[in-house]
Nanobody, 120 residues
């Protein structure tokens, strides 16, 4: 198992930046990929970005609506994942959730989320 705790959310004006963190504990060494999702009221949960363990390098991927503005990264031990969010827009307002998958484990692990509010 792995436990995930998000932090770094808050309120920022449009055009501003925030950096979200997701702290992983437990079997972090077995993490194969970590992801950010977001959920706005009245909307379905959206995938935002992914980082996947590779051989010698990580693979990252982004939803079109955040490409060029958000950057996903992680520390060396897969204990913490980050989402650097720049040029924030009011439509980025949502609860942001951390998600992870482990090797040889079919479970979907989630954190409890952190609120991001972008004012116009």
């Amino acid at each position: 198992q792995v436990q995930l705790v998000e932090s770094g959310g808050g309120t920022v004006q449009a055009g501003g930046s925030l950096r979200l963190s997701c702290a992983a504990s437990g079997r972090a060494v077995s993490i194969e990929d970590m992801n950010w999702y977001r959920h706005s009221p009245g909307m379905q949960r959206e995938w935002v970005a992914s980082i996947t363990r590779g051989i010698g390098t990580d693979y990252t991927d982004y939803a079109d609506f955040v490409k060029g503005r958000f950057t996903i990264s992680r520390d060396g031990a897969w204990n913490t994942m980050y989402l650097q969010m720049n040029s924030l827009k009011p439509e980025d307002t949502a609860v942001y959730y951390c998600n992870a998958h482990l090797a040889l484990d079919s479970m979907d692990y989630w954190g409890r989320g952190t609120q991001v509010t972008v004012s116009s």
